[in-house]
């Protein structure tokens, strides 16, 4: 009844892993006539970070597909190009990321066959996205992502945020998921609006590598994506240092502990 | 073709309703709706690198009535100007303000003036094919300015 499902939504607020799967039965989006539970995400993505640079925007996300707590899918492309002036970064169900992308794929390509010169702007993406993500979580059937839409066109970069109950704003950088809590800070210190492109990459980097020792889901192989005015930019993925050669950890009289 | 002066068009046999095409290929009803456009007042729309302008010739229905309204806003980013039926026109006019709102709250960007052209376009074929329908009397003059500058298009009962 009512009362159950206010106590599911707050489990679904406040759990932190956001694994618990509430009781009620809800109807489906496709198909009204079945009836489903709340999701629960099955392959993960961890975190992703974006940022605003002088002459664009860069994103960092890694490529591990989770399976709980399986490392399962070491090599999976969160960070997708859109037209010719976004990347869309996706954390969460990969599932539901793959589905919203082959959605924007249609929209591209709709777009083409207008050929009337008029394409997607970075913050068009963002509305919609945020439209369709707040209608699902209307109907109690979330497309359950953390997005981060990054773009830049006309000398003016866009970061923009949608999560899977719709919640919508823009910002000069921003992280989903654990790097909220983790990767944040670092970027509140270091960030300023005339970043370049060089001290973004290795500030983005120094974020994945704490993500990589602070959070179990996440992983050494990134990849780094930008957009400037000669458009998208996906990096292959490749593996970043750790560093753990401090003096506490040699103790071996300790067996490795401290 | 060339169009028979007006007293002439009365003696088509094909011509009581749009989904008759007449033996010489025309729809007398779309060409009928077309004359409702030509005898309203003057519309001019022009068109440079940086904008576009409408002008129109307001006509009062008498001597001591007000002019009638011919400049339409549709939204922040375009306009219509009318010629013909304006209670057609307030019709369409609804439809293309819906329609640029809807873009706006979806997509938080000015709809682009073609693609809304598109859809009367095809709003007014629709008119030329159904029995139950007939054409809009209407022709508008639509000036916009979107991400690929400003634009003038003209629109016709024909949907062309």
Not at chain 1, 138 to 167: E, H, M, S
Not at chain 1, 227 to 239: F, K, L, M
Not at chain 2, 114 to 137: E, F, M, N
Request: charged share 20%.
């Amino acid at each position: 009844g009512k009362r159950d499902t206010a106590v599911c939504s707050s489990q679904m607020l406040f759990d932190k892993t956001y694994m618990a799967a509430p009781q009620r039965a809800a109807t489906s989006y496709a198909n009204p006539a079945a009836s489903s539970r709340t999701q629960q995400p099955i392959v993960t993505g961890a975190s992703v970070i974006a940022l605003k640079y002088k002459g664009g925007v860069m994103l960092a996300a890694d490529t591990l597909g989770s399976y709980g707590s399986l490392a399962r899918y070491s090599t999976l492309s969160r960070l997708r190009p859109i037209g010719a002036s976004t990347i869309l970064g996706g954390a969460g169900d990969y599932s539901d990321f793959q589905f919203i992308m082959s959605r924007i794929d249609e929209k591209i390509i709709a777009d083409d066959c207008e050929n009337d010169g008029c394409s997607l702007e970075p913050k068009a993406l963002h509305g919609w996205l945020s439209r369709v993500y707040y209608g699902r979580r209307c109907k109690f059937d979330p497309l359950w992502n953390d997005l981060i839409v990054a773009g830049y066109r006309d000398g003016q970069g866009f970061v923009g945020i949608v999560d899977k109950l719709g919640t919508t704003y823009e910002e000069n950088f921003s992280a989903s998921g654990f790097a909220a809590h983790i990767a944040m800070p670092l970027l509140r210190n270091s960030w300023n609006p005339d970043i370049t492109e060089d001290q973004a990459r290795q500030l983005l980097e120094e974020c994945c590598r704490l993500m990589f020792y602070r959070h179990t889901l996440a992983s050494t192989q990134i990849q780094i994506a930008h957009v400037d005015e000669t458009g998208p930019h996906v990096s292959e993925p490749y593996r970043i240092t750790t560093k753990w050669d401090y003096e506490a950890f040699k103790h071996t009289e300790y067996n490795g502990f401290w | 073709g060339i169009n028979p002066p007006v007293s002439a068009m009365f003696r088509n046999q094909y011509d009581t309703d749009v989904t008759t095409w007449s033996p010489q290929g025309r729809l007398h009803q779309v060409e009928y709706a077309m004359e409702a456009v030509k005898q309203g007042s003057a519309a001019v729309g022009v068109r440079s690198n940086t904008h576009a302008v409408l002008t129109t010739l307001k006509r009062a229905s008498s001597d001591l009535s007000d002019f009638q309204k011919k400049i339409f806003h549709i939204d922040e980013h375009l306009g219509i100007a009318i010629a013909g039926l304006s209670s057609d026109a307030r019709v369409l006019s609804r439809y293309m303000r819906t329609e640029c709102l809807n873009h706006r709250f979806v997509y938080d960007t000015a709809l682009p003036v073609g693609r809304l052209v598109s859809q009367i376009g095809d709003k007014s074929q629709a008119c030329t094919q159904g029995s139950w329908l007939r054409p809009y009397g209407v022709g508008l003059l639509v000036a916009g300015y979107d991400q690929t500058g400003p634009h003038i298009y003209q629109t016709c009962p024909s949907g062309n």
